[in-house]
């Protein structure tokens, strides 16, 4: 039973909203749309206040000061123009130094954003016809007319500007500024309050500068405001580098382009929303049913946003920034409005509909202007700004300095009528409305010197932060300023901490085509795409970067590196193969125990000089090639330490000569034997060989062609220090450059050519007895030499740096090591190991051929 009853009560719901609407729509429509404000000149207004639909629409469920019935939709925010048309005219009618003895009136006039009804209702003004039927070029009733206040878009200006052309009938337009409006040709008798937007393309690009917004969004009308504002943002953002990731064009009249028009909404976190009101309308009527909170909206205009949507909590506005032109605070207007109710205007047909719908007033059965059971303290002030804001706005002031500008324009003229023709002071004023645009012309000019009557309005803007949440709060807080007479640099200042973001973003939102290159990358531009879209790269070897999104690296001086992350330079320290490093304190130490080992043999040598181990092998060479292997072992010290003029000369010099008086001992060594044991010579020329020690004479000959070789190298091309910077990273590494590679190549060549012939030599007399012969070590020993240095030359061209030094420095400990321990090493091994082997007797036995040449060496 109870489900019955409740389905028969939800069945008659619509029945009672229907009554309801019913009795709403009575009243309202046998109000008029005008009403009149009676004064000895009079004003036109024409504003939008409420707007006709042709087609049915439910009203709104939860917001009825809205939707009031199927046919209107209402504005009650826009009442503040009439507010503020009143305020003026009740300050200029109090003032006796303002048109004495003169009072101001008004006829007000809604417009309906259609081209018929706003130029209809003009044409009614015009011809003051009461019946609503035009009769052009008469006017039924006399009255002085003065200028028509239009607004709030430039359709509605230009519309009625062009009728108003032909009469030459004075026009304010309080709206945003249009360069189109002041075509003079066009448009003779329409004057502009309104600034110039010059500057809030650079005040919005700066804001994004601010923020670091690179990829941004653009909706702007479809008409040549639009296209101006386009090629404004397009110039400031190519300066500054910010992209327009799409550009939508809001159409006069919305077709299939509709769905599209939504599409791509979401490849950017900052959008523009750029234009007047009435153009604006429905695109921001979708952008709130459509909750798009993941976006901030920056604005030029205190649109009537959240007047749109029901009372959920989520807001699509919120966090919104919007431009608005620096305007000082009008405190007495405020008071004004509080002191506003239908009682005081009864003339006002408006006013009854606030208090019903505000303040929970009802209507009158008898009468619809007359309210019943209304509260006391009603007052227009205790509303929430988005309902009615008691601030006064960009147009309300626009309408105030209209209204001044028209009286002073009429006091001046007053003026002059009274100084011609004297005699008629205190006469009713009498003028043809085409006479004051002569004046308003002058006060235009005069305006942009700021007269006593009108505040003043440069070119700078605050920035409001709309705050909204929960919904219905409808704050505009202000965040900051743009002055654009500023300096560079101080035109822009932003308090961040203010700043109430949409609820998506804990933190600054980030609005950028790809992600920001840091420190260490650069930007790479991508083919076929805009210039905020890029792809980030490493800095090159040596090059840094220590800002974000740079183009170009920075290459690091010769004398610093690029650290591993790229993001700064160091100096670079000397390197050079040190004592202190590991590798040139173990050669050191390998070299100085070599040349105390070949010491020790030289001792021992000197200690068994008398034994047949070493006479065998000729005391003399063994003790020039044990003093000569010395010198080659500490000539590699040479090469430790850090380089200079003297030691890198004595690096090649010495080591030429020590390897080639080494060399050349070998050889004479190896000669040595073959004549004494190969040799088939007559018997007098091979004792006088021997005799005279002629094999000797081998060392000074080839030591003199070295020395020759070495002399002719350092005056040409002597070796230098040299430094290099890009051998290490994070190193000069210092060295010794050799000066003529061909001189250096010589000298190695002619060892290699000696370590060649010594070998050749020792081969040839490796068959000889045992006993006494070395030729076989000899031969072996040169061998390794050999091997060791044409081994060497690859690897050390291969080598950079220390390590090249270091593979010479082994190479030279190497080849003496070989040339050390093949030679002396076995017959260390008898004398010390041995000594039994070390005597004739065992020869004796061993030996069963003893040449008759063989002397007792």
Same mark, same amino acid.
């Given at each position: 039973m109870f489900s019955w009853i409740f389905t028969f009560w939800l069945l008659q719901i619509p029945k009672f909203a229907s009554a309801f609407t019913f009795n709403i729509s009575r009243c309202y429509y046998i109000i008029t749309e005008e009403f009149h404000h009676e004064g000895d000149v009079v004003i036109g207004a024409f504003f939008p206040l409420h707007t006709f639909y042709t087609g049915k629409k439910m009203p709104h469920p939860t917001m009825p000061y809205q939707y009031l019935d199927n046919y209107i939709q209402y504005n009650f925010k826009n009442y503040q123009y009439i507010l503020a048309l009143r305020y003026a005219i009740e300050g200029i009618n109090?003032? &006796?130094? %303002?048109? &004495?003895?003169?009072?101001?009136?008004?006829?007000?006039?809604?417009?309906?954003?259609?081209?018929?009804?706003?130029?209809?209702?003009?044409?009614?003004? *015009?011809? +003051?016809?009461?019946?609503?039927? +035009?009769?052009?070029?008469?006017?039924?009733?006399?009255?002085?007319?003065?200028?028509? *206040?239009?607004?709030?878009?430039?359709?509605?200006? +230009?519309?009625?500007?062009?009728?108003? @052309?032909?009469?030459?009938?004075?026009?304010?337009?309080?709206?945003?500024?249009?360069?189109?409006?002041?075509?003079?040709?066009?448009?003779?008798?329409? @004057?502009?309050?309104? /600034?110039?937007?010059? /500057? *809030?393309?650079?005040?919005?690009? /700066?804001?994004?500068? @601010?923020?670091?917004?690179?990829?941004?969004?653009?909706?702007? &009308?479809?008409? @040549?405001?639009?296209?101006?504002? %386009?090629?404004?943002?397009?110039?400031?953002?190519?300066?500054?580098?910010?992209?327009?990731?799409?550009?939508?064009?809001?159409?006069?009249t919305w077709t299939s382009y509709f769905a599209k028009f939504w599409e791509n909404m979401d490849e950017t976190n900052v959008i523009i929303i750029y234009g007047d009101i009435d153009s604006l309308e429905v695109v921001m009527r979708n952008i709130a049913q459509r909750l798009l909170t993941w976006n901030v909206w920056v604005m030029n205009i205190e649109h009537h946003v959240i007047d749109y949507a029901d009372y959920f909590m989520l807001d699509t506005f919120h966090g919104s920034l919007i431009f608005k032109h620096n305007y000082r605070e009008n405190i007495e207007f405020t008071k004004f409005i509080q002191t506003v109710n239908p009682n005081k205007y009864p003339e006002d047909i408006y006013l009854p509909k606030l208090w019903y719908l505000l303040f929970k007033c009802s209507f009158s059965h008898i009468n619809c202007n007359v309210l019943d059971n209304c509260q006391t303290n009603a007052s227009l002030d205790v509303l929430p700004s988005h309902i009615f804001d008691v601030a006064m706005s960009e147009e309300s002031t626009n309408i105030y300095n209209g209204v001044y500008a028209v009286a002073h324009s009429l006091h001046e003229m007053r003026l002059q009528q009274l100084q011609m023709q004297p005699d008629e002071i205190g006469e009713e004023m009498n003028f043809f409305p085409w006479q004051l645009n002569t004046f308003l012309k002058d006060i235009e000019v005069r305006d942009k010197r700021s007269p006593d009557w009108r505040q003043t309005i440069d070119a700078d803007y605050d920035i409001l932060n709309l705050w909204n949440l929960p919904k219905g709060l409808g704050l505009k807080v202000k965040i900051g300023s743009f002055f654009a007479n500023a300096p560079q640099g101080q035109q822009l200042s932003v308090s961040e901490q203010m700043i109430q973001w949409p609820e998506i973003f804990s933190e600054i939102p980030q609005s950028a085509c790809s992600e920001s290159c840091g420190a260490g990358y650069r930007k790479v531009t991508l083919e076929n795409k805009a210039i905020c879209c890029y792809k980030c790269t490493p800095c090159a070897d040596n090059e840094i970067s220590n800002e974000t999104d740079v183009d170009q690296c920075v290459k690091c001086p010769e004398s610093h590196y690029a650290n591993t992350e790229k993001n700064n330079c160091y100096q670079k320290s000397v390197s050079f193969l040190s004592y202190e490093d590991s590798l040139g304190m173990a050669l050191a130490s390998i070299a100085l125990c070599l040349s105390a080992l070949t010491a020790f043999v030289i001792g021992v040598f000197v200690k068994h000089r008398d034994t047949p181990i070493v006479k065998a092998n000729n005391r003399s060479l063994s003790y020039i090639l044990l003093i000569t292997l010395t010198f080659c072992f500490l000539c590699s010290l040479n090469f430790i330490g850090q380089p200079n003029t003297a030691s890198c000369i004595l690096q090649q010099t010495t080591f030429a000569v020590a390897f080639t008086m080494a060399l050349a001992t070998v050889l004479a060594k190896a000669i040595t034997v073959v004549l004494a044991f190969k040799v088939n010579f007559p018997g007098r020329m091979v004792r006088w060989l021997m005799i005279s020690r002629g094999p000797n004479y081998i060392i000074p000959i080839c030591t003199l062609i070295q020395l020759l070789l070495c002399g002719i190298w350092m005056a040409t091309s002597p070796p230098f220090i040299d430094k290099d910077d890009h051998i290490e990273h994070g190193h000069i590494v210092i060295l010794c450059n050799k000066g003529s590679a061909v001189a250096f190549h010589c000298v190695l060549g002619y060892l290699c050519f000696l370590a060649l012939g010594s070998y050749t030599m020792a081969f040839l007399s490796r068959n000889l007895p045992h006993t006494f012969n070395e030729s076989k070590f000899l031969s072996f020993s040169m061998l390794v030499f050999f091997c060791v240095w044409v081994t060497f030359l690859p690897v050390y061209h291969s080598t950079k740096g220390k390590v090249m030094v270091a593979m010479e420095v082994f190479s030279i400990l190497a080849s003496s090591t070989a040339l050390f321990a093949f030679i002396f090493g076995p017959k260390c091994y008898i004398i010390l190991l041995r000594p039994e082997k070390n005597s004739f007797n065992h020869m004796k036995k061993k030996t069963h051929y003893r040449s008759k040449n063989f002397p007792n060496i």
């Open positions: 109090r003032n &006796p130094n %303002l048109l &004495p003895n003169i009072s101001l009136g008004f006829n007000f006039y809604n417009v309906r954003f259609t081209e018929k009804e706003t130029l209809m209702n003009a044409v009614i003004w *015009l011809t +003051a016809h009461l019946q609503r039927e +035009a009769l052009p070029n008469y006017n039924c009733k006399k009255r002085n007319f003065s200028a028509a *206040l239009t607004g709030t878009s430039w359709i509605t200006s +230009a519309q009625i500007g062009t009728l108003f @052309h032909l009469f030459k009938f004075p026009q304010i337009a309080f709206g945003p500024y249009d360069p189109l409006l002041s075509d003079h040709g066009q448009y003779s008798s329409l @004057h502009q309050m309104a /600034s110039k937007d010059t /500057s *809030l393309s650079l005040a919005i690009v /700066s804001l994004m500068v @601010h923020f670091r917004w690179s990829w941004v969004g653009l909706i702007i &009308p479809d008409d @040549h405001k639009g296209n101006k504002i %386009l090629s404004d943002f397009i110039e400031e953002m190519e300066r500054k580098q910010i992209c327009l990731a799409f550009v939508k064009m809001i159409p006069a």
